[in-house]
């Protein structure tokens, strides 16, 4: 039995048979194999889309949650304001400017914004009395202690103004980073067909990921291109809301494209690309500043820790030879 299977083997003819049945099965699965394949690239884009779009779907809850337009003024605020008539006294354009840039609309936020001007300061100054006159803290004439307590009133007065430009400066902050993106997903928007609301109603939408500040501020334009009579008052209410100069320069050149009939999409290309060149400048400006402010740092931190490795050996060394 052993001999016809070595000899079966050994058969040139079966040996060929085997091998060519080898050979169809691999070429059989060799083109079978791709279709049972599953396509793993598909499989994974799908992946990246599904968490794309529950990370927006998340932005978007987290917006329409956290960020309200506009808030109900506290019941005890309205009634303090109205009986001292704050607005009359501490209530200016600058102040409701401000409160625009830092992102509080309506009455509620100027109701707050006047309660704290006249509460802060009052707070600040009998706190300073309580600390330099009954606890008697600071050892200094009666003169002194008074005019101390004059400044403390003075910078509760400016607390709520430097809370405002502190807002307002975060805010613009984050605006102009995510500017340039904007506009260039406006400008897809707009050469694809789109109207200009429905491209700054589908910026808004992208946009919310990256700053939820600018989608916000582009909702809220959006509205008003389609409730306000002139459709100029929504481009300048962008600008003063959110004041930087490439957010001015874009609502101008909007401005005077809805006048003179002039393409969008070329102003809003050209804009684009000086707001990325601007990105890249402030980039520059920076990087550029960075060895000034390193000297100091080296000075104080560097530079004893280099001369004692140097110097300890050799002081160790003459110290041995003594």
């Given at each position: 039995?052993?001999?016809d ?9 079966f040996?060929?048979?085997i091998l060519a049945?080898?050979a169809?099965?691999a ?6 194999q791709?279709l049972?394949e599953?396509d793993?690239?598909?499989k994974r884009?799908k992946l990246v ?15 329409a949650?956290k ?8 019941a005890?605020m ?10 009359r ?7 409701k400017?401000?409160l625009?840039?830092?992102g ?5 936020a100027?109701?707050?914004?006047l309660?704290?001007?006249m509460?802060?300061p009052?707070?600040a100054?009998l706190?300073?009395?309580?600390y330099?006159?009954v606890?008697?803290?600071l ?5 002194v202690?008074?005019?101390?307590c ?12 430097l809370f405002?430009?502190n807002?307002?400066?975060?805010r613009?902050a984050?605006?102009r ?15 694809s ?5 429905g491209?700054?109603k589908?910026?808004s939408?992208?946009?919310t990921m990256?700053?939820?500040?600018l989608?916000e ?5 959006t509205?008003?291109?389609s409730f306000l009579?002139?459709?100029?008052l929504?481009?300048?209410n ?11 320069a874009c609502?101008?050149?909007?401005i ?8 969008i ?6 804009l ?13 400006k920076?990087?550029?500043?960075l060895?000034?402010?390193?000297t100091?740092p ?9 001369f004692?490795?140097i110097l ?11």
């Amino acid at each position: 039995m052993i001999q016809d299977i070595s000899q079966k083997l050994l058969d040139p003819r079966f040996v060929a048979t085997i091998l060519a049945g080898v050979a169809a099965a691999a070429t059989v699965f060799a083109l079978v194999q791709p279709l049972l394949e599953p396509d793993r690239l598909a499989k994974r884009m799908k992946l990246v889309s599904d968490e794309r779009e529950a990370i927006r779907r998340r932005e978007r809850e987290r917006l329409a949650t956290k960020v309200t337009l506009r808030t109900e003024p506290k019941a005890y605020m309205r009634r303090v304001v109205e009986q001292f008539d704050l607005n009359r006294w501490l209530g200016t354009d600058t102040a409701k400017r401000k409160l625009l840039m830092a992102g509080y609309r309506g009455a509620g936020a100027e109701t707050a914004f006047l309660f704290f001007r006249m509460v802060t300061p009052i707070a600040a100054f009998l706190g300073a009395v309580v600390y330099l006159f009954v606890l008697e803290v600071l050892d200094q004439p009666t003169e002194v202690r008074a005019g101390l307590c004059i400044l403390a009133a003075f910078l509760g007065i400016k607390a709520p103004e430097l809370f405002l430009m502190n807002k307002a400066k975060k805010r613009q902050a984050e605006v102009r980073r995510a500017w340039p993106d904007a506009l260039d997903l406006s400008l897809i928007c707009v050469e694809s067909g789109m109207s200009v609301e429905g491209a700054f109603k589908r910026v808004s939408l992208e946009i919310t990921m990256q700053s939820i500040v600018l989608a916000e501020e582009l909702a809220l334009m959006t509205a008003e291109l389609s409730f306000l009579p002139d459709r100029r008052l929504a481009y300048e209410n962008l600008s003063n809301r959110i004041g930087i100069e490439p957010v001015k320069a874009c609502s101008t050149a909007l401005i005077q494209a809805e006048r003179y009939g002039t393409p969008i999409g070329a102003a809003l290309r050209v804009l684009a690309q000086e707001s990325r060149d601007h990105r890249m400048t402030e980039a520059e400006k920076k990087a550029a500043a960075l060895p000034p402010k390193l000297t100091v740092p080296m000075i104080l931190f560097f530079l004893p820790v280099l001369f004692v490795v140097i110097l300890t050996p050799a002081i160790i060394q003459v110290m041995r030879s003594m």
